[in-house]
T-cell receptor
Framework: GALVYQYPRRTICKSGTSMRMECQAVGFQATSVAWYRQSPQKTFELIALSTVNSAIKYEQNFTQEKFPISHPNLSFSSMTVLNAYLEDRGLYLC????????????FGPGTRLTVL | GDSVIQMQGQVTLSENDFLFINCTYSTTGYPTLFWYVQYSGEGPQLLLQVTTANNKGSSRGFEATYDKGTTSFHLQKTSVQEIDSAVYYCAMRQAGTGGYKVVFGSGTRLLVSP
């Protein structure tokens, strides 16, 4: 079956430092990967959408300078939270999909980021 | 702009009660609609989805009908159980060029007491 793994599941970083998180798709080709953030008491916000062989598209209020994303192949993506501050805390979700066969999006369990 | 509205922040029921969670959406065109369930400490899991207007989706006793006329996608279950306690998110897929964007509602927390 199709599964999405995320590493680490939980992490803590000091304010002003950076944190890298990973997303691994198993059982299907992740031609498209979406990164979301769920801040405390809020819903999921799309950060950016990455499609293999296309430019990464960032949503309003999110930038490549703050959330650089790598999507080097059809099974892996990573995102870094640079210079993290308190407002960056929350659950970061990876949603992966194989758009070439119109499959739906599978979500990983998320990486929970705490900023001290 | 595109949005998904869930008016109920929390619903509290007893086992075997009827569940109704409200969801309305706003967009142009014909979106695919979803219900996701999120258990404590986990990411959202797909509960059900409907692609075609006026169709109904169902899973694990939950049902939702894609009503294009009222732009609604309410979630229902005849008899809830304690294990159904979780946060339920109504969502809508927007298909962009080469991409895929899901817009989530604010979520409704369901608490079911035994």
């Amino acid at each position: 079956g199709a599964l999405v793994y995320q590493y680490p599941r939980r992490t803590i970083c000091k304010s002003g430092t950076s944190m890298r998180m990973e997303c691994q798709a198993v059982g299907f080709q992740a031609t498209s990967v979406a990164w979301y953030r769920q801040s405390p008491q809020k819903t999921f916000e799309l950060i950016a959408l990455s499609t293999v062989n296309s430019a990464i598209k960032y949503e309003q209020n999110f930038t490549q300078e703050k959330f650089p994303i790598s999507h080097p192949n059809l099974s892996f993506s990573s995102m870094t939270v640079l210079n993290a501050y308190l407002e960056d805390r929350g659950l970061y979700l990876c949603g992966a999909r194989d758009w070439t066969n119109y499959a739906e999006q599978f979500f990983g369990p998320g990486t929970r980021l705490t900023v001290l | 702009g595109d949005s998904v509205i869930q008016m109920q922040g929390q619903v509290t029921l007893s086992e075997n009660d009827f569940l109704f969670i409200n969801c309305t959406y706003s967009t142009t065109g014909y979106p695919t609609l979803f219900w996701y369930v999120q258990y404590s400490g986990e990411g959202p899991q797909l509960l059900l989805q409907v692609t075609t207007a006026n169709n109904k989706g169902s899973s694990r006793g939950f049902e939702a009908t894609y009503d294009k006329g009222t732009t609604s996608f309410h979630l229902q279950k005849t008899s809830v159980q304690e294990i159904d306690s979780a946060v339920y998110y109504c969502a809508m897929r927007q298909a962009g060029t080469g991409g895929y964007k899901v817009v989530f509602g604010s979520g409704t927390r369901l608490l079911v007491s035994p």
